[in-house]
């Protein structure tokens, strides 16, 4: 049994999945005629998604053979119905398109991630070559000085930190961050 078919825009996308969605426009029926397209634009892409008529709704579905070639990042889209030379914006929002295992390097790290062990792996072996070349805003690590070295580590911490409670949260598993306090008794 298929699993129902989603009915609003993804947040998040994985490239080389399909992406499929029925979007229901009461104003603008398929079945009188209306088209629904999106165009999805980033820093880099612009991509034109055209819906197919399902009854009165829209069906939008993108083949996994094509969301592989989108580039990872955040997407803007805006959504548009045109029938007989009549064009109206219906929508609009982000997603994110993340890149697929296939695709990713060996090391899936995020960039923070990446860089926190690195300047951790320094500061426990100062001896380390691999960790002494590498660079951060175009500065050598084995230049940085010892109070800035611990400056970025600390910055990483917090950026590392506010992407595992990102993660938690879009997992439904609170904020780890969060702390909550009950007062009570008599004082």
Same mark, same amino acid.
């Given at each position: 049994?298929?699993?129902?078919? *989603?009915?609003?825009? *993804?947040? @998040?996308?994985?490239?080389?999945?399909?992406?499929?969605?029925?979007?229901?426009?009461?104003?603008?029926?398929? $079945?009188?005629?209306?088209?629904? /397209?999106?165009?999805?634009?980033?820093?880099?892409?612009?991509?034109?998604?055209?819906?197919?008529?399902?009854? /009165?709704?829209?069906?939008?579905?993108?083949? #996994?053979? =094509?969301?592989?070639?989108?580039?990872?990042?955040?997407? =803007?889209?805006?959504?548009? @119905? /045109?029938?007989?030379?009549?064009?109206?914006?219906?929508? $609009?929002?982000?997603?994110?398109?993340?890149? /697929? +295992?296939?695709?990713? =390097?060996?090391?899936?790290?995020?960039? #923070?991630? !990446?860089?926190? &062990?690195?300047?951790?792996?320094?500061?426990?072996?100062?001896?380390?070559? =691999?960790?002494?070349?590498?660079?951060?805003?175009?500065? $050598?690590?084995? !230049?940085?000085?010892?109070?800035?070295?611990? &400056?970025? !580590?600390? !910055?990483?911490?917090?950026? @590392?930190?506010?992407?595992?409670?990102?993660?938690?949260?879009?997992?439904?598993?609170?904020?780890?961050?969060?702390? +909550?306090?009950? +007062?009570?008794?008599?004082?």
């Amino acid at each position: 049994m298929a699993a129902p078919t *989603p009915t609003s825009e *993804p947040d @998040v996308l994985i490239a080389g999945d399909t992406a499929k969605w029925l979007k229901t426009l009461a104003d603008y029926p398929a $079945s009188e005629g209306w088209e629904l /397209s999106y165009v999805l634009i980033n820093g880099t892409s612009k991509i034109t998604v055209i819906g197919t008529p399902s009854g /009165s709704d829209h069906l939008i579905t993108v083949a #996994a053979t =094509t969301t592989a070639n989108w580039v990872p990042g955040d997407y =803007t889209w805006r959504a548009r @119905v /045109s029938k007989s030379g009549e064009i109206y914006t219906v929508g $609009s929002g982000t997603f994110k398109v993340q890149s /697929s +295992f296939a695709a990713a =390097t060996l090391d899936a790290r995020t960039h #923070a991630r !990446r860089v926190l &062990a690195n300047i951790e792996a320094y500061l426990e072996d100062g001896a380390n070559l =691999t960790a002494a070349n590498y660079t951060i805003a175009g500065r $050598s690590l084995q !230049r940085i000085p010892m109070a800035e070295l611990l &400056a970025l !580590r600390d !910055r990483y911490r917090a950026e @590392v930190a506010r992407e595992t409670a990102a993660n938690l949260i879009a997992r439904g598993m609170g904020d780890p961050r969060r702390v +909550f306090v009950r +007062f009570g008794g008599n004082y």
